[in-house]
């Protein structure tokens, strides 16, 4: 038998800071149906291929009886290193070692020791079918924001979270009431206004889903919005009035290293460069071609560049280029 309390003992011992448990159940259909329902998902296969597992722990972990979410804070710190003037801008997140590597060990460490005492557990990182957010809001970690961020009211929203789903019975937490009121701060706050309503993200505006999934030329209605955001956007959260007094992240591999990259050294990268500067942070998620891709989108790259890059293999890079020596010949 393992009580509640043991497992959040644990979880902290292996540096979460936060651990909170939901019984596991089928979640309601109706937020991810209406979502993918309007296309705001942007089409991304991933997350409609495996739809139902998402709704259904059990279908993940046959006899599903508990989610255990834990999450840890990236907060930022008064002595980080800021974006130099005129670089382009990574967001938070993703500033540090990739947070997926980074907390996949101390959930595989949790997962183990559940294993210890007899319990079935499946493990993810922000790369399974889970509703992470949905479980830490019935878990009672925080509530879902309208920029569609979890929000702790301690930690504000600079969180990252991993999932247990386990056959062991534990005592569940209460569910997180909605904290954000009539605010609405983060709405008028986004470049290009990706949010479509409260608690709804439309990908195809949003920046973040632009600069590190999508793999074709920006559409220049979000480029010209973008404010030099190469990596991720903060923006929604820059003005959430819950992050005013966050605590800075205690975890030392998620502490900013990157926070801004030279539009110049973005436009020479070579593949093996991108890899040598890059490898074990986020920024790979987008690789090469990508941050390429986007640094043309942003503007400013010499004709030159963009005669190379127009001829350049990868398919993204090669129409932003092409489209970038058109707007400059207007």
């Not at 294993?115 to 079918?129: I, Q, T």
């Amino acid at each position: 038998m393992i009580e509640s309390e043991q497992v959040k003992a644990r979880a902290h011992e292996l540096g979460f800071d936060l651990c909170g448990i939901a019984a596991a159940h089928p979640l309601d259909p109706a937020p991810l149906d209406r979502w993918l329902s309007k296309g705001w998902d942007a089409n991304l296969s991933y997350v409609r291929e495996r739809r139902e597992e998402r709704l259904d722990p059990s279908r993940l972990l046959p006899g599903a009886a508990s989610v255990i979410v834990v999450a840890a804070s990236y907060a930022p710190g008064a002595d980080d290193p800021q974006p130099a003037p005129g670089e382009l801008l990574v967001a938070r997140y993703a500033r540090g070692r990739d947070y997926h590597n980074v907390l996949l060990k101390p959930v595989r460490k949790l997962a183990a020791w559940l294993r210890s005492f007899g319990a079935r557990v499946y493990a993810e990182v922000d790369a399974g079918a889970v509703m992470e957010k949905a479980w830490a809001q019935e878990a009672g970690l925080g509530w879902i924001g309208k920029n569609g961020c979890l929000i702790h009211e301690r930690l504000g929203s600079w969180l990252l979270l991993g999932a247990l789903i386990t056959d062991a019975s534990l005592a569940p937490d209460m569910p997180h009431p909605d904290r954000c009121g009539e605010c609405i701060l983060c709405i008028p706050a986004c470049p290009t206004g990706a949010i479509a309503e409260p608690r709804y993200v439309d990908s195809n505006r949003c920046i973040a889903y632009h600069t590190i999934e999508h793999r074709q030329a920006i559409p220049e209605e979000i480029a010209s919005r973008a404010g030099g955001r190469i990596f991720g956007c903060d923006a929604c959260q820059d003005v959430c009035p819950w992050n005013r007094r966050a605590p800075p992240g205690a975890l030392v591999q998620l502490r900013a290293r990157t926070p801004s990259l030279r539009a110049a050294d973005v436009l020479a990268l070579t593949p093996a460069e991108a890899r040598r500067r890059f490898e074990g942070t986020p920024l790979m998620r987008a690789g090469r071609d990508g941050l390429v891709r986007t640094a043309l989108a942003l503007g400013g790259a010499p004709g030159e560049v963009l005669s190379a890059l127009a001829g350049d293999r990868a398919p993204g890079v090669r129409e932003q280029a092409r489209r970038s020596m058109i707007a400059a010949e207007k």
